[in-house]
């Protein structure tokens, strides 16, 4: 990581002499440009006073030099703004692998209490997996990597060809950050999206209307062929006069219709030509991975028009709609042709014609945005490892295994293994010794596994499988749900899905914290001998050391883990590393002690 935090800090150095170098060209342009604009004025003055032709050609040539000045200036800014936002981006990575994800959204708003898993994991929220991970820069990939992240099993049979796609993807740092660029400064929301596609699925029936259309294409031809016999004279001027009125009037007949749809339109084309950006920066692209190619080739329509063609044609149209502003123009264009209205079956012409390919333009940059997501996590971390798969029998070994929240020279890596269907581990430990840290860890990575994206450690095999979990359970005064009761009902949800044949992985933190020492031992115990019975797996965290004796009576079905503790000249010592057997020593006692709660006698 520290390699590619120098690649950024790199990065920053050569665009910031190549931004100082612009800052130096644009400095004395605007002097340039004044100083041209004055000397074309003096020239002219000089051609009135004098009367000399040399004079017009030295006006023109300095009109033309603040012409081209002005491009330049216009030009060299642009590139000095994207110098500037480039530096951003590169300087939030490094913020992000320093462990502040506070430049990027935290998907706050997909935080479930009620999910099987996001929510005990912290998926979701400050200081997430998905706000560490989450770079996406349209509201289609910031749903679909939440998507991602909340039902990862879905995605199962696509994780080899994710891990492809990802991994190529990681490679294109320059077309992830032109991505970025795209939507710099500028929010994509999903209230686009939704007023957009309620005008596409809209029905209209102008076009199939007969009067309509003989109005529309009759009534110019009329009044153009009247004008002309009225300049020949073999007609009155009043005639075409007349025609010209009537077409107004129709004009206005159909004006609420036309300013609706021009007001939509040109309130969502700045929006909609940033998506026709992104779908250009994925069209200039050539991929190699499989997944990729295929939501390539899913943009063009009919295989022929391509997506700037395509928002180019609307951009001419809503250019054409803007020209209404000008009352001569509207009035001339209107009277003689019926302009608005030409305009508004062409409109629904485009409507009618792509109203199915912009949904799958947004189905493409969603995927395409939620991979770079992934995509840039990979390269922020090129020692993290593409997990392998398993087949029929479930079977779990990851060697070193991080959890990708902890800094890394914090972080205490640990391995684990579990083979076989009817397998528990039960992991003993004291307070603060990494008991619901580890199940995070474990959680947290087969998760990524399950979206194709790396994980943290040397090694990871795995078999696909739905997760559930119980690690934070809390109560609800909304719903008069107790804490106790809302932990029972997560353990129902788990065991309906048992019932019914589901494969589960299980992560359980303290069973039945919520009721009293001797009832929550035995309740655990018969819980922990129902769950043996069904194909499932799990990791039990508990303080009862009693339910180690379980190996006892299941030894092909229970295996005790532990973090131990150590205790030397008063000082606790933590080392967060996973044992084989059952904890040994405690420590409420201990630490309410050290705390002044408890005090010697």
Same mark, same amino acid.
């Given at each position: 990581?520290?390699?590619?935090?120098?690649?950024?800090?790199?990065?920053?150095?050569?665009?910031?002499?190549?931004?100082?170098?612009?800052?130096?060209?644009?400095?004395?342009?605007?002097?340039?440009?004044?100083?041209?604009?004055?000397?074309?004025?003096?020239?002219?003055?000089?051609?009135?006073?004098?009367?000399?032709?040399?004079?017009?050609?030295?006006?023109?040539?300095?009109?033309?030099?603040?012409?081209?000045?002005?491009?330049?200036?216009?030009?060299?800014?642009?590139?000095?703004?994207?110098?500037?936002?480039?530096?951003?981006?590169?300087?939030?990575?490094?913020?992000?692998?320093?462990?502040?994800?506070?430049?990027?959204?935290?998907?706050?708003?997909?935080?479930?209490?009620?999910?099987?898993?996001?929510?005990?994991?912290?998926?979701?929220?400050?200081?997430?997996?998905?706000?560490?991970?989450?770079?996406?820069?349209?509201?289609?990939?910031?749903?679909?990597?939440?998507?991602?992240?909340?039902?990862?099993?879905?995605?199962?049979?696509?994780?080899?060809?994710?891990?492809?796609?990802?991994?190529?993807?990681?490679?294109?740092?320059?077309?992830?950050?032109?991505?970025?660029?795209?939507?710099?400064?500028?929010?994509?929301?999903?209230?686009?999206?939704?007023?957009?596609?309620?005008?596409?699925?809209?029905?209209?029936?102008?076009?199939?209307?007969?009067?309509?259309?003989?109005?529309?294409?009759?009534?110019?031809?009329?009044?153009?062929? #009247?004008?002309?016999? @009225? /300049? !020949?004279?073999?007609? *009155?001027?009043? $005639?075409?006069?007349?025609?010209?009125? +009537?077409? =107004?009037?129709?004009?206005?007949?159909?004006?609420?219709?036309? #300013?609706?749809?021009? @007001? /939509? !339109?040109?309130?969502? *084309?700045?929006? $909609?030509?940033?998506?026709?950006?992104? +779908?250009? =920066?994925?069209?200039?692209?050539?991929?190699?991975?499989?997944? #990729?190619?295929?939501?390539?080739?899913?943009?063009?329509?009919?295989?022929?028009?391509?997506?700037?063609?395509?928002?180019?044609? =609307?951009?001419?149209?809503?250019?054409?709609?803007?020209?209404? #502003?000008?009352?001569?123009?509207?009035?001339?264009?209107?009277?003689?042709?019926?302009?608005?209205?030409?305009?508004?079956?062409?409109?629904?012409?485009?409507?009618?014609?792509?109203?199915?390919?912009?949904?799958?333009?947004?189905?493409?940059?969603?995927?395409?945005?939620?991979?770079?997501?992934?995509?840039?996590?990979?390269?922020?971390?090129?020692?993290?490892?593409?997990?392998?798969?398993?087949?029929?029998?479930?079977?779990?070994?990851?060697?070193?295994?991080?959890?990708?929240?902890?800094?890394?020279?914090?972080?205490?890596?640990?391995?684990?293994?579990?083979?076989?269907?009817?397998?528990?581990?039960?992991?003993?430990?004291?307070?603060?010794?990494?008991?619901?840290?580890?199940?995070?860890?474990?959680?947290?990575?087969?998760?990524?596994?399950?979206?194709?994206?790396?994980?943290?450690?040397?090694?990871?095999?795995?078999?696909?499988?739905?997760?559930?979990?119980?690690?934070?359970?809390?109560?609800?005064?909304?719903?008069?749900?107790?804490?106790?009761?809302?932990?029972?009902?997560?353990?129902?949800?788990?065991?309906?899905?048992?019932?019914?044949?589901?494969?589960?992985?299980?992560?359980?933190?303290?069973?039945?914290?919520?009721?009293?020492?001797?009832?929550?031992?035995?309740?655990?115990?018969?819980?922990?001998?129902?769950?043996?019975?069904?194909?499932?797996?799990?990791?039990?965290?508990?303080?009862?050391?009693?339910?180690?004796?379980?190996?006892?009576?299941?030894?092909?079905?229970?295996?005790?883990?532990?973090?131990?503790?150590?205790?030397?000249?008063?000082?606790?010592?933590?080392?967060?590393?996973?044992?084989?057997?059952?904890?040994?020593?405690?420590?409420?006692?201990?630490?309410?002690?050290?705390?002044?709660?408890?005090?010697?006698?």
């Amino acid at each position: 990581m520290i390699h590619i935090q120098k690649q950024y800090e790199y990065q920053i150095e050569a665009i910031e002499i190549e931004r100082e170098k612009f800052s130096k060209r644009a400095k004395y342009l605007p002097l340039m440009r004044f100083l041209s604009f004055l000397l074309s004025f003096v020239m002219f003055y000089n051609h009135l006073i004098f009367n000399n032709k040399t004079f017009v050609y030295l006006a023109v040539a300095s009109l033309l030099s603040f012409v081209l000045l002005t491009l330049w200036d216009n030009l060299l800014k642009g590139k000095i703004v994207r110098s500037e936002r480039l530096i951003k981006i590169c300087r939030n990575e490094i913020k992000s692998m320093n462990g502040d994800f506070s430049p990027f959204e935290s998907g706050d708003e997909y935080i479930n209490p009620d999910h099987s898993y996001s929510y005990d994991l912290d998926i979701f929220g400050k200081e997430s997996l998905f706000h560490c991970i989450n770079r996406s820069v349209t509201i289609f990939g910031k749903n679909r990597l939440a998507e991602y992240f909340s039902k990862a099993y879905d995605f199962k049979n696509q994780i080899f060809e994710r891990q492809n796609a990802v991994a190529e993807l990681s490679e294109k740092i320059e077309f992830r950050q032109q991505m970025q660029l795209v939507f710099f400064g500028q929010k994509s929301v999903e209230k686009d999206r939704l007023e957009f596609n309620e005008w596409l699925e809209s029905e209209n029936n102008l076009l199939q209307n007969r009067l309509f259309n003989v109005i529309r294409f009759g009534l110019p031809i009329i009044t153009n062929v #009247l004008i002309i016999l @009225s /300049l !020949l004279g073999l007609v *009155v001027v009043q $005639i075409p006069i007349m025609m010209i009125i +009537l077409q =107004l009037l129709i004009v206005s007949i159909y004006g609420r219709k036309t #300013l609706k749809v021009q @007001s /939509l !339109l040109t309130s969502k *084309v700045g929006i $909609i030509s940033k998506y026709a950006q992104l +779908l250009l =920066l994925i069209e200039k692209r050539n991929f190699k991975a499989p997944l #990729l190619v295929e939501l390539k080739s899913r943009l063009s329509h009919d295989g022929i028009e391509t997506p700037a063609t395509i928002i180019k044609q =609307l951009s001419v149209l809503l250019n054409w709609m803007d020209s209404n #502003l000008n009352i001569i123009a509207a009035v001339i264009l209107n009277g003689l042709f019926l302009f608005n209205l030409q305009l508004l079956a062409a409109v629904e012409k485009w409507k009618t014609r792509y109203r199915e390919v912009i949904p799958r333009w947004y189905e493409i940059i969603g995927e395409f945005d939620a991979l770079s997501s992934l995509a840039n996590f990979t390269c922020n971390n090129p020692d993290y490892i593409f997990p392998e798969l398993v087949g029929d029998q479930f079977f779990f070994e990851a060697s070193d295994l991080g959890h990708p929240l902890i800094q890394k020279a914090e972080c205490v890596t640990n391995n684990i293994t579990i083979s076989g269907w009817n397998q528990y581990c039960i992991i003993t430990g004291a307070n603060m010794s990494g008991k619901s840290t580890f199940l995070r860890t474990v959680g947290t990575n087969y998760v990524l596994a399950m979206i194709g994206s790396p994980v943290f450690a040397s090694k990871f095999i795995f078999y696909p499988i739905i997760l559930h979990s119980s690690i934070r359970t809390n109560d609800s005064l909304a719903r008069k749900e107790s804490f106790f009761y809302a932990e029972l009902k997560r353990l129902k949800e788990i065991i309906s899905e048992l019932e019914i044949g589901q494969r589960t992985f299980i992560l359980l933190d303290e069973i039945l914290k919520g009721t009293n020492s001797k009832d929550k031992q035995a309740g655990s115990i018969a819980l922990l001998e129902q769950l043996i019975k069904y194909q499932s797996v799990g990791l039990i965290a508990t303080h009862d050391l009693i339910l180690g004796e379980l190996i006892i009576n299941y030894p092909e079905n229970i295996r005790n883990l532990c973090f131990e503790i150590k205790i030397v000249d008063d000082e606790m010592s933590i080392d967060y590393k996973l044992q084989d057997g059952v904890c040994k020593n405690l420590n409420a006692t201990y630490l309410m002690k050290k705390m002044g709660i408890l005090i010697d006698k």
